[in-house]
């Protein structure tokens, strides 16, 4: 903004159902208000929008700033260090990739309103036009706002660039989010409708936003209004799912099978393609970034095929020590080893740890845990191992067979005679338990690993980025229902998702009903803490923490308790993030552009 970008790429919308054919580029060396003078100059301007959240969601600077230095996730071995994860130096200059992004959407969509009035088209199509571009400020602005609070506020389309700009309270902002939602919703078809297929805004998607949006601003003024608005809105949703086409699959980790990434439990998602003329995927470029690049399956994969040596072994200190042969190579399947964040599993002051004694404590009945991570490596390369070999105290030989044998076991319990062993019994692989995770070995994240890149599995994914699901529904609904007091409810909600979670197809329908019965919670045990909880159980890795401790107000509190890494840095003002220099350099003309305090 302190400088206004009006140079973007705009595209002619082409959504459809797969995602290998999402927006077909016509690039504009500067949008004016004649191109939005037609249907194609509209879909343009609306396509351009939704490739900006594209080049954020799946990225990994802004992947990091969503989710690392929580209760969550900790440094992984190749993190780069950095103030993200600890607050430590965080600053003006080192936080905010989605800033000039989120504004010049902003304008782009001001632009559509203001001219796509007038466009020769039905009224029926064109209002589904506008909703949309309603839809897309609200969702910028929402995000603008949580991160930063008071934002400037524009909803007039600027055409001559200005070194001057304001900050105008988040009330405002609110305000306008609401009334965009409000309106979206409204104009907006029950399911994906022509030109608009796939999984972009319908109304159920602008409803969710809505009620999630009443819920964060219900925090902030402490408005039991806007607690019951939510929870009102959360509860239509489930009622009126069916007409929506929308529902929870049976099995939890059916919603991360690529096959249903445009399925039932989908709300809404970042298309990616590996098609050139919708994008910037390079086939076989093996790109480690960039823009629009989806590199959400790696950010916390382990270093698998240079820290699975088949005759590691715990030294004197208790600490693993990798060696002998790699007992994996890399592959797609388990895909390509970033090692930037890992889940907390650091034991506390009080000998526990966020990650097994906290959110995923109850492993048995609870099948999250396994739909989420990877725990076993099968071989992909046949290591031989001879008796003689160092630090092979198994004292036996073999070869792996690849496809067969486990190479890595990473258990969620101690295990006697771990890494070689298993109680007594040779191990050809290695046992990896929980005493001996570490910035080179934990478990890695797999609900969004994508396999279908064959050869080339170096490349982006080209899976779209599930931004939100149906399941998270309950959950804004539970916590809405809370703070407005009716815990009933909120165990209610709660409750679905928990027993679903418990379902396994390998159970036996009286384990499964086992399992569900066990799963149940009762209203007096719910607390803003368990729904916390919750979310990471459903929600793991799935770009939204750090929002979720700022609006529950207990960033500070969690962090302090469950990560040593952060806990002596983090402080109440980094409920907001840091203003980005460059907006304050910027703004020469008139009053300042003020930073946020502690900063």
Same mark, same amino acid.
């Given at each position: ?351 526990? @740890?966020?990650? &097994?004694?906290? *959110?995923?404590? +109850?492993?048995?009945?609870? $099948? =999250?845990?396994? /739909? ?65 995770? @570490?910035?080179? &070995?934990?478990? *890695?994240?797999? +609900?969004?690993?994508?396999? $279908? =890149?064959?050869? /080339? ?143």
């Amino acid at each position: 903004m302190k400088k206004i970008q009006i140079s973007i790429i705009a595209f002619t919308l082409f959504f459809c159902v797969s995602c290998g054919k999402i927006l077909e580029e016509h690039p504009q060396s500067q949008i004016v208000p004649s191109f939005f003078n037609s249907p194609a100059g509209v879909l343009g301007g609306i396509a351009g929008v939704y490739n900006e959240i594209r080049g954020q969601w799946g990225t990994e600077g802004f992947s990091s700033e969503m989710q690392a230095g929580t209760d969550e996730f900790i440094q992984g071995a190749s993190s780069g260090g950095g103030p993200i994860h600890t607050f430590n130096g965080l600053n003006s200059t080192n936080f905010g990739s989605a800033w000039g992004a989120a504004f010049t959407s902003i304008n782009t969509i001001n632009g559509v309103l203001k001219y796509g009035k007038s466009i020769d088209l039905p009224e029926a199509t064109k209002n589904q036009y506008l909703a949309q571009a309603k839809f897309l400020r609200a969702f910028w602005y929402f995000y603008l706002v949580q991160t930063w609070g008071d934002v400037p506020l524009h909803t007039e389309f600027i055409t001559l660039p200005s070194q001057s700009a304001k900050r105008d309270p988040a009330a405002e902002v609110y305000k306008l989010i609401i009334q965009d939602l409000t309106e979206a919703a409204a104009a907006l078809p029950d399911k994906p409708t022509a030109p608009f297929l796939g999984k972009a805004a319908t109304k159920p998607t602008a409803l969710f936003f809505l009620a999630k949006a009443y819920l964060t601003r219900g925090w902030l003024t402490n408005s039991q209004a806007d607690f019951a608005e939510a929870a009102k809105i959360s509860n239509d949703l489930i009622t009126n799912k069916a007409a929506y086409g929308l529902d929870l699959w049976q099995d939890f980790g059916d919603a991360f099978v690529p096959a249903n990434d445009y399925g039932k439990e989908t709300l809404f998602v970042s298309d990616h393609s590996n098609d050139a003329k919708y994008g910037y995927y390079r086939l076989g470029s093996g790109e480690s970034g960039g823009f629009a690049n989806n590199l959400t399956p790696w950010f916390t994969n382990w270093n698998y095929p240079n820290n699975s040596g088949i005759n590691s072994f715990v030294n004197a200190a208790g600490v693993l020590v990798n060696s002998g042969t790699s007992g994996m190579i890399r592959d797609s399947y388990y895909g390509r080893p970033y090692a930037r964040i890992r889940p907390n599993s650091v034991k506390q002051t009080n000998g526990k @740890n966020y990650f &097994l004694d906290q *959110a995923f404590v +109850k492993r048995d009945v609870d $099948s =999250r845990f396994a /739909n989420t991570f990877y725990t076993v490596y099968i071989s992909n390369t046949a290591v031989t191992n001879t008796p003689t070999a160092a630090n092979n105290k198994r004292g036996i030989g073999y070869t792996m067979q690849v496809g067969i044998d486990t190479a890595v076991w990473i258990t969620d319990y101690e295990v006697v005679g771990a890494p070689q062993f298993n109680g007594t019994k040779p191990f050809k692989g290695i046992i990896a338990p929980p005493s001996t995770w @570490n910035a080179n &070995l934990y478990p *890695a994240i797999k +609900k969004h690993m994508d396999p $279908s =890149r064959g050869s /080339n599995f170096n490349d982006p994914s080209t899976r779209p980025v599930v931004i939100t699901r149906f399941s998270e529904v309950y959950l804004v609904g539970a916590e809405a229902y809370l703070m407005a007091g009716n815990k009933a409810k909120a165990a209610e909600l709660l409750n679905v998702i928990r027993q679903r979670a418990a379902y396994r197809k390998t159970n036996t329908a009286a384990q499964n009903a086992a399992a569900a019965a066990a799963m149940i919670i009762s209203a007096d045990e719910v607390t803003v803490d368990f729904i916390l909880d919750e979310r990471s159980r459903e929600l793991f890795g799935e770009w939204m923490r750090y929002q979720d401790l700022v609006r529950t107000k207990t960033l500070v509190r969690r962090i302090q308790a469950w990560n040593k890494e952060a806990s002596a840095y983090v402080k109440d003002f980094h409920l907001l993030r840091p203003i980005p220099q460059s907006q304050i350099d910027r703004t020469v003309e008139g009053p300042p552009f003020t930073q946020n305090p502690g900063y």
